[in-house]
């Protein structure tokens, strides 16, 4: 699974999806059709989306009462 965003200036429909993706709305998508071949985004209304940046936890502080 792969995200792309919506860039074309207004809604579109996704019949992958089977629903309507707002204006600047990133979406999961699978990368293959059911066939294997892959998924083809039109540069001009879709771009890759970034995963989002975890900033990694830090471990837990225990208290060791005295």
Known sequence: MSKVKNISGGARYVPLLDREVAD???VEVPDAQ???SPIVWPEATWEPAA???VA???AAKTD???
């Open 24 to 26: 600047g709305e990133t």
């Open 34 to 36: 059911p066939d294997g």
């Open 64 to 66: 060791k009462g005295a």
């Open 51 to 53: 995963e989002p940046q």
């Open 56 to 58: 990694p936890e830090k």
